[in-house]
């Protein structure tokens, strides 16, 4: 009993594990022999009595239903071949088979004068009938093991319950030519059926862990393929983050050449300019700059993925430096027709950092909010205390257009803008904030956005004190 518990166990995980018809048919065959070998170990004379009053009789009765459940299961399992059935909910099956192996006891243990007898008391020697079954049962098991060593691709596993088969033939001889349940031809037919059992399980456990096994290498050269796609992706984003820090260098000498050139000009030290000369010289000259300022952008965050950018940290009044951002930045909020207020009251906070590169996150805040929010529009900067006493807070407020919620966290990285489309109506790279996160984050800082569509946004950037 207990060696059909545990092949139906055995055999029943193997199915949960690769949802074949043949290791389902073997769980549940030896679910159902089970409890019938448990009854027919139980109903031998000597035993006391189990249900009914023991006999060779009763005990032969049980095990000639017990070979044929298996026979025949086993001869099923065989030709399913490699069906594949997944059953939904499955996890009462076996016990269910195991409580139908309990009702054929108590069915054969009440009505067995009612059944053929198998063994005759008087003639100490088994009936016809049960000699009959007993071959019955041996050819059903060659004939299983036939189609096994027929298949070409029967495979280890095929092999080895083939064996079983070959020897539980060897067993049910045995059986069919003892004369006592005492004698050497039953001892030798429980050997080969011991022997047989031990194949079952070396069938079912071979495959099980062969299967995990191959698992395992596939996982392993899934693994080594993806480090390797993981090197050349590391490798390409290095030799991309050196191609941008090369060509923004490069772009660099020349654009600030254009720059300084076009300032001397309006400086009219070369010559008097007429205002048409003027502004196209101020054109040039703005989009120089702006252009300058993207390359710096694109050259800033090569540094910082390189991991380059060297952090000066001091501490510094969070007025001082609003002030000088405010006096730079006004003159693009006055020509866009936008108030930029500071109040000033609430400034009276110092920060632990480095003051270039705060500077540098609060412009392009307020780059941000200056390209977003429409002339007549307001932006606001505030600065105090965190409110959980262990930083600075720093906030850039607007009432331009808003973010949606779905793309509050997708504008922080790089490349990414709410409108990525060519016909955008707001231009950009798409660096401008995945600079000023990584910035903050250097920092052990951190930023977020609240926002709602058509009534603004506000960027809120903590750090920490000292």
């Known amino acids: 009993m207990v060696s059909a518990l545990c092949a139906a166990l055995m055999g029943w995980y193997d199915y949960k594990y690769k949802h074949e018809l043949k290791m389902l048919i073997i769980s549940l065959t030896f679910s159902i022999v089970a409890p019938i070998e448990f009854t027919h170990v139980l109903s031998y004379q000597g035993m006391p009595d189990f249900i009914t009053p023991n006999s060779v009789n009763k005990a032969s009765t049980f095990f000639i239903i017990t070979k044929l459940f298996l026979a025949f299961g086993l001869f099923g399992a065989v030709f399913s071949g490699d069906k594949m059935i997944i059953m939904r909910r499955s996890g009462l099956i076996p016990l269910s088979f ?7 006891v108590l069915f054969v243990a009440h009505n067995l004068s009612r059944l053929p007898a198998m063994y005759d008391p008087v003639m100490l020697s088994q009936t016809p009938v049960k000699i ?43 059986f069919n030519h ?28 071979d495959q099980a862990v062969g ?29 991309k983050d050196e191609f941008l820090a090369n060509t923004n260098h490069e772009l660099r000498t020349p654009l600030s050449a254009i720059i300084a050139f076009t300032e001397m000009l309006l400086d009219e030290s070369t010559g008097k300019l007429n205002e048409i000369q003027k502004d196209y010289l101020n054109e040039i000259s703005d989009s120089s700059k702006e252009l300058l300022g993207r390359i710096n952008g694109f050259l800033d965050l090569s540094k910082i993925a390189a991991g380059k950018t060297v952090l000066y940290k001091e501490e510094f009044e969070v007025a001082e430096l609003i002030e000088e951002i405010y006096g730079k930045m006004m003159p693009l909020f006055n020509r866009k027709g936008i108030t930029l207020e ?3 009251e609430k400034f009276l906070v110092k920060v632990w950092a480095d003051r270039e590169k705060v500077g540098q996150v609060l412009t392009n805040l307020l780059s941000n909010a200056l390209k977003f929010t429409a002339p007549g529009g307001k932006v606001i900067v505030d600065a105090g205390p965190a409110d959980t006493g262990d930083g600075v807070c720093i906030s850039v407020t607007d009432s331009g257009i808003g973010i949606d919620t779905s793309d509050q966290e997708k504008i922080f990285q790089p490349f990414q803008q709410v409108d990525g489309t060519s016909a955008r109506k707001y231009s950009g790279t798409g660096i401008g904030l995945t600079l000023t996160r990584k ?4 920092h052990g800082g951190s930023i977020w956005v609240s926002s709602e569509i058509n009534k603004g946004s506000t960027f809120t950037v903590k750090l920490p004190a000292r």
């Open 98 to 104: 195991v409580l139908l192996g309990v009702l054929i």
């Open 132 to 174: 009959f079954l007993g071959y019955l049962v041996m050819a059903v098991e060659a004939m299983a093991a036939v189609r096994i060593l027929l298949r070409k691709e029967a495979g280890k596993q095929g092999y080895y319950l083939a064996i079983a088969l070959i020897i539980i033939v060897l067993s049910d001889l045995s």
């Open 178 to 205: 003892y004369s006592s349940p005492y004698d050497t031809y039953n001892l030798l037919g429980h050997i080969y059926q011991l022997i047989s059992f031990a194949f079952i399980f070396k069938a079912i456990i």
């Open 211 to 239: 299967m995990i096994y191959e698992n395992n290498k596939a996982l392993e050269r899934q693994w080594e393929l993806l480090a390797e796609k993981n090197r050349q992706l590391q490798e390409a984003d290095r030799l």
């Open 342 to 344: 500071i109040p000033r």
């Open 439 to 442: 910035l903050v984050d250097l």
